[in-house]
């Protein structure tokens, strides 16, 4: 669906378009996803600098941990997709899991992770699963 901006949109719409990014599914990826993620806010942050610097680092801190769930989690290919919002930067994962993401309990003695998941509903302004025929979308939205 085209979109044609309005004279009344900031210009962060009209200049840093979406960017998607598929990746094979492999260990890797989670950097490829955080370098992608990473090129895209340095597109944005040339039209519509963040308002604090920790949002910028939030955002990188949040692909990497979708990113590392969709290679542990989910078997396969996951696609990166990045936009702007009017107050923000949406995030969607897709994975070809169904299964809804859930924390675990997180255990600092060992180094089995389990905090992922308390980062990302701590971090992002809201978090959705929505299942798909072919797996899920996890969308996040978190302030810039």
């Given amino acids: ?5 309005r004279g009344d949109e900031p210009l962060a719409f009209q200049e840093v378009p979406s960017r998607t990014t598929c990746f094979s599914g492999e ?3 989670v950097t490829g996803a955080r370098l992608a993620a990473e090129e895209y806010l340095r597109d944005l942050a040339r039209v ?9 680092h939030d955002v990188l801190l949040i692909v990497g941990e979708l ?5 542990q989690y ?4 996951f696609e990166l997709r990045m936009r702007r919002t009017f107050d923000g930067v949406h995030v969607t994962v897709h994975d070809s899991s169904s ?16 905090i992922g998941w308390y980062l990302i509903e701590t971090l992002c ?3 959705s699963v929505v299942s798909a025929g072919n797996g899920k979308d996890v969308h996040v939205f978190l302030p810039w």
């Fill in 1 to 5: 669906m085209a979109h044609e901006p």
């Fill in 27 to 29: 260990p890797h990826d």
């Fill in 48 to 56: 519509t600098p963040p308002r604090a610097s920790e949002c910028y």
């Fill in 67 to 71: 990113a590392a769930n969709a290679v």
């Fill in 74 to 77: 989910a078997p396969g290919p």
């Fill in 99 to 114: 299964e809804r993401p859930a924390p675990r309990p997180f255990r600092p003695s060992r180094s089995e992770g389990g």
């Fill in 125 to 127: 302004t809201q978090v």
